[in-house]
Nanobody, 114 residues
Framework: QVQLVESGGGLVQAGGSLRLSCAAS????????MGWYRQAPGKQRELVASIARDRSTNYADSVKGRFVISRDNGKNTVYLQMNSLKPEDTAVYYCNQRVIRDFWGQGTQVTVSA
């Protein structure tokens, strides 16, 4: 059974940085596509960034040039480095592992103050 545990969220001022981490259990991490999604109050969950098994990446237009997704297969961990944060980045951020089916973490709150 896959378990995903996110960490690194918190409160930061606009223009600041945060790094999210997601540690995955299970045996399929290296062949999985890993992603970060976010959901703001009253909005649908949206893809922020994803990284495939070949390390190719995909970003939402709203975060291109500010966020970087990376993975460490030796540690079964995926990261999201978030720079130049804006108040509109405020949301609960969820880690996703896609292998056969989707697995989700419990989410971590990111709050960016103006």
């Amino acid at each position: 059974q896959v378990q995903l545990v996110e960490s690194g969220g918190g409160l930061v001022q606009a223009g600041g940085s945060l790094r999210l981490s997601c540690a995955a259990s299970g045996s399929f991490f290296s062949i999985s596509t890993m992603g970060w999604y976010r959901q703001a109050p009253g909005k649908q969950r949206e893809l922020v960034a994803s990284i495939a098994r070949d390390r190719s990446t995909n970003y939402a237009d709203s975060v291109k040039g500010r966020f970087v997704i990376s993975r460490d297969n030796g540690k079964n961990t995926v990261y999201l480095q978030m720079n130049s944060l804006k108040p509109e980045d405020t949301a609960v951020y969820y880690c996703n592992q896609r292998v056969i089916r989707d697995f989700w973490g419990q989410g971590t709150q990111v709050t960016v103050s103006a």
